[in-house]
């Protein structure tokens, strides 16, 4: 049996304190986080390069990775866990974060490198990890390292301009990360974020055209999911959800699926990237539309396990 790719995933980790129908929660979280989890669950090597705190809330993150198979590359510190105050209206999250000093910034380039396997075949980032900050710079610098290496690099950037204080600085170190990056996911939500006064199809337009990325994907809730390669594009629709309860991890599950469907296809690569088919493209995005539609059927972000997704899939023929 051939051994998994061992896939890298890096970004920020929290507590979703979360206010839904005026009961409050608290979740383990975090867009890479999350990614992270969903890998695990189905069965990826998947190790995680962020540390992660050493109090109480960080115990709970620790243990909610290990116990989805996720290796903790990035250790504990003795910094605080970062906490996201979420309220969930109409099943659709709104965020406001606490995060300065906190446990997952304390990265940089060096501590990035040393926690990455030599075998590693993908590097996986974005989110709140690129928003500012020396911990920002290192995870550009890390993502362009990686790239020139050879190492396949996927980037999310989960664009939350309310938490941004130079937005234009933002939209700048994401356009200067397209350019080295292998897999570009982002939703509608992005795309207008990043360019806020295109129509959508120009702004698609204007992405696919500054990005070195083989492989774009667009996911657009509901409305499906456009996938391009190349000059070749797919479009398809979302499954039905059986039950929506929120939407929170959904885009996470859906980028970790995509990443576990390309190892199952043995295209972490540039190379097998550019040899991906129509028919390739609608599998990758009909998995990976499924595993969110199940996670968007339970509380917070909790992906399926590799055996309900295969029986979701199987279910659906």
């Not at 999310?156 to 080295?180: E, G, H, Q």
């Not at 120009?202 to 000059?231: C, I, N």
């Not at 539609?293 to 909790?302: D, L, V, Y």
């Amino acid at each position: 049996m051939t051994a998994s790719p061992v896939i890298c995933v890096g970004g920020e980790n929290l507590i979703d304190h979360v206010t839904r129908d005026g009961e409050v929660s608290a979740l383990a979280g975090g867009s890479p986080f999350n990614v992270a989890m969903a890998l695990g669950r189905q069965q990826a090597d998947v190790h995680y390069l962020t540390p992660i705190s050493t109090d109480t809330w960080g115990n709970i993150l620790a243990d909610t990775l290990v116990s989805s198979g996720v290796k903790l590359a990035g250790g504990r510190v003795d910094a605080p866990t970062t906490i996201a105050r979420v309220t969930v209206t109409n099943g659709i999250p709104s965020y406001v974060f606490e995060r300065d000093g906190t446990a997952e910034r304390r990265i940089s380039a060096a501590s990035l490198t040393a926690a990455m396997p030599s075998e590693t075949r993908a590097l996986h980032t974005g989110s709140l990890a690129l928003t500012d900050g020396a911990d920002a710079d290192a995870w550009e610098e890390t993502c362009k390292s990686a790239y020139a290496a050879g190492t396949l690099v996927s980037l999310d950037p989960n664009v939350r301009l309310s938490v941004i204080t130079d937005i234009d600085a933002y939209r700048a170190r994401i356009f200067r990360m397209m350019k080295a990056v292998h897999v570009l996911k982002l939703s509608d939500e992005d795309l207008e974020g990043l360019c806020p006064d295109m129509p959508q199809d120009k702004a698609l337009d204007h992405v696919h055209a500054q990005t070195s990325a083989a492989l774009v994907v667009m996911t657009k809730g509901p409305d499906g999911a456009t996938a391009m390669r190349g000059d070749m594009s797919v479009d398809i629709p979302a499954p039905p959800v059986p039950g929506l309860v929120d939407t929170v991890g959904a885009g996470d599950t859906f980028m970790a699926t995509l990443l576990a469907g390309l190892a199952r296809m043995s295209a972490l690569s540039a190379d097998t990237l550019n040899e991906l088919n129509a028919e390739h493209l609608e599998a990758l995005i009909r998995r990976a539309g499924m595993a969110a539609a199940i996670n968007c059927s339970r509380a917070g972000c909790n992906p399926p396990t590799l055996a309900e997704l295969d029986t979701a899939m199987a279910a659906a023929g």
